[in-house]
C-alpha cells in the first residue's frame, strides 16, 4: 500500500501504476457526474456531438454537491460526498472513450468497469461514505455548472480540489478488484457456515 | 391551540435540524467502538474520516451528508389523536431546511426525474400515523435514510421450505444480501429486517425497526434477540468492512420485527441503512412539555 498525491490532468502511465488498496489524494480538476448526466453524454456522442466538457485526463466525482448560490451569481460548496457508483455501471466503455482516468465514488463497481479500466486506462477510487462535510475540506471552489436545469444533484460541477480524499484504489488496471476479491471470500465463508 | 399548534411546528423543525447535523447517539458510540477495535489499515482510515465528518459537521453546522436521503416520519398518538397541522410542519420544516442548504434538493417525480427543488413532493415526506390506544403524549420521530443504501435492499416471499431447519434458508438469505450489497450502503451500516405479514406488512416493519429503535437496544423478544446477535456478528465475519473495502465491521446492527402472516408465506425484507443515522425525535405532552427522543 503506497500513498500518491497526484494532479489533473492526470496521466495513463501514473494510473496503469496504482494498484488495489493505495491510497490517493487528488488535485486539480473534478468533475461531478452522475445517473443524468452520464445519460445525456450517451445521447450527445449517438448523435456525433461532442460532451461539454473535455474528459480527457480527467477525474469524475459519481457525487451531487449542496452548493449555495452567491449574490453574484457564482457558486459555493456546502458539502460534497460519493454517491453509489453502481447505477453508471452501463457506461463503463463509454466513460473509458472519452479519456477520463480516474472514476471517483463509493462501493464498487463491476465486471464491465474492470474491464474498461484496463483496456482504457482508469481507475476506480473509493471515497470515505457520508462523509460529506471532510471531503469538502478538499475542495477550494466551484469553478462552474453545466447542466443545471437536471437539478442540483445531477448537473455537472467543475470543481478545484487540493489534497481531495484520501481515496482508496478499489479498482485498478491491472485486472484486480477489492470488491469481487472480497466477495468471492464471503461466498465461500456462506456456503461453509450454512450449507444449503 | 394555537400556542401547541407554534410549539409542534417548532419542535419538528428543531428535530429535523437535529437530524441532518449529526447521527443519534447510539449509533455515533457504536461507530466509535469500531475504530477502536479495527485491526484493517483501510478500514480505520475509512472509519476515522467518518468520525472526523461528524465533528467537522457538528462545528461548521453543516449537512453530515451531502444527500437528504429520503424522508419519513413516524408519529404514535392515542386518544386525542395527531394534531392535524403534523404533515404540513413535517413538509414546511424539509422545505425550509432544504432552502438553508441544510438538505440538498433531491427528491423527483419518479418517472419524469424532475426534481421538485424542495425534496417534498407527491407522498413526501412520508408520515406513518400509528394509534397507541390510551397514550397520553404523541411521539414524533424523523428519519432520513439513505438511498444508495435502498439499492442493496431485498425482499423474498420465503416459504417454511426457503425458512428451511433452524433458519437457515432465512440466514443464507440475509448474508448473501449483504454480499451482494458490499459496500453500495454505505457501511458500516445497519440492517432492518421484517418478517410477517404480506409484503407491504414486512416492507414497514423492516425499515421501521431500523430507523426507529435504538441500535444498541435489546429486542424484547428473546428468540429475535438471538437471531439479532448472530446475524450482526455472522455478517461482519464476512470481512467485508467499513466503506467495502475490507476489515472487522461491515455492520453495526441488526434489527427484525415480526408480525404474523400466513401460513403458506414469510415475506422476508431486508433494509439496509447507512452508518449516517440521521434521525431525531420528541415526546410531545398535552400541557406543552417535551422530551428528546433518540
Redesign the interface.
Known amino acids: 500500500m503506497a500513498i500518491y498525491h497526484l494532479s489533473t490532468p492526470l496521466k495513463e502511465e501514473d494510473v496503469r501504476s496504482l494498484k488495489v488498496g493505495d491510497v490517493v489524494y487528488l488535485s486539480g480538476h473534478i468533475f461531478t457526474a452522475r445517473d443524468m448526466a452520464h445519460l445525456r453524454i450517451q445521447g450527445l456522442l449517438k448523435e456525433g456531438t461532442p460532451p461539454p466538457k473535455n474528459f480527457a485526463g480527467a477525474a469524475v466525482f459519481h457525487a451531487g454537491p449542496v452548493a449555495l448560490k452567491n449574490s453574484d451569481g457564482s457558486w459555493r460548496l456546502n458539502v460534497i460526498g460519493p454517491t453509489t457508483s453502481i447505477r453508471m455501471e452501463p457506461y463503463a466503455a463509454m466513460v473509458g472513450g472519452l479519456g477520463l482516468r480516474a472514476v471517483i465514488g463509493k462501493g464498487g463497481m463491476a465486471e464491465d468497469t474492470l474491464r474498461a479500466c484496463g483496456e482504457y486506462g482508469y481507475v476506480y477510487l473509493q471515497a470515505a461514505p457520508g462523509c460529506a462535510a471532510k471531503l469538502a475540506q478538499g475542495v477550494e471552489s466551484i469553478e462552474d455548472v453545466t447542466w443545471l436545469d437536471m437539478g442540483m444533484p445531477e448537473a455537472i460541477w467543475d470543481l478545484r480540489a487540493r489534497e481531495f480524499g484520501p481515496l482508496v484504489v478499489g479498482m485498478d488496471t491491472h485486472g484486480d478488484s477489492i470488491y469481487a476479491n472480497l466477495r468471492k471470500a464471503a461466498l465461500e465463508q456462506i456456503a461453509a457456515r450454512y450449507p444449503a | 391551540m394555537l400556542q401547541y399548534e407554534e410549539l409542534i411546528y417548532t419542535e419538528v423543525y428543531q428535530a429535523v435540524l437535529r437530524a441532518v447535523t449529526e447521527i443519534s447517539a447510539d449509533v455515533k458510540g457504536l461507530l466509535d467502538e469500531a475504530l477502536a477495535r479495527e485491526s484493517n ?2 478500514a480505520k ?2 472509519l476515522s ?2 468520525v ?2 461528524l465533528s ?2 457538528k462545528q ?1 453546522d ?6 437528504p436521503g429520503y424522508p419519513t416520519a413516524w408519529v404514535w398518538f392515542g386518544k386525542d389523536g395527531p394534531h392535524p397541522c403534523i404533515k404540513q410542519a413535517v413538509a414546511d420544516a424539509v422545505a425550509e431546511a432544504t432552502q438553508r ?6 427528491i ?1 417525480d419518479p418517472l419524469t ?3 421538485s ?1 424542495d425534496n417534498t413532493g407527491k407522498g413526501v415526506p412520508n408520515i406513518e400515523l400509528e394509534y397507541v390506544p390510551n397514550q397520553e403524549y404523541v411521539d414524533f420521530i424523523i428519519s432520513f435514510k ?1 438511498c ?1 443504501a435502498e ?1 442493496g435492499n431485498a425482499m423474498q416471499i420465503m416459504t417454511t421450505a426457503k425458512l428451511g431447519k433452524d433458519l ?1 434458508g432465512l ?2 438469505f440475509i ?2 444480501t ?2 451482494g450489497a ?6 458500516p451500516y445497519g440492517i432492518g429486517i421484517g418478517i410477517g405479514g404480506q409484503m407491504d406488512v414486512a416492507a414497514k416493519l423492516s425499515r421501521k425497526a431500523i430507523s426507529t429503535r435504538r441500535w444498541d437496544d435489546v429486542n424484547p423478544d428473546p428468540q429475535l434477540a438471538e437471531l439479532e446477535h448472530e446475524l450482526k456478528d ?1 455478517v461482519n ?5 467499513a ?4 476489515g472487522d465491521t461491515v455492520c453495526l446492527a441488526v434489527k427484525m420485527e415480526c408480525a404474523h402472516t400466513h401460513t403458506a408465506i414469510a415475506p422476508v425484507c431486508i433494509n439496509f441503512h ?3 443515522a440521521r434521525r431525531a425525535g420528541v415526546r410531545i405532552y398535552p400541557d406543552g412539555r417535551t422530551e428528546r427522543l433518540l
Open positions: 489499515e483501510t482510515s475509512m474520516s467518518m472526523d465528518n467537522i459537521a461548521a453543516k449537512a453530515v451528508c451531502q444527500s442548504g441544510y438538505l440538498r434538493p433531491s423527483v426525474r424532475v426534481n427543488g439513505g444508495g439499492l437457515v440466514k443464507r448474508l448473501e449483504a454480499v458490499g459496500g453500495k450502503p454505505c457501511p455472522a465475519a464476512l470481512g467485508l468492512g466503506a467495502g473495502t475490507g447507512c452508518w449516517v
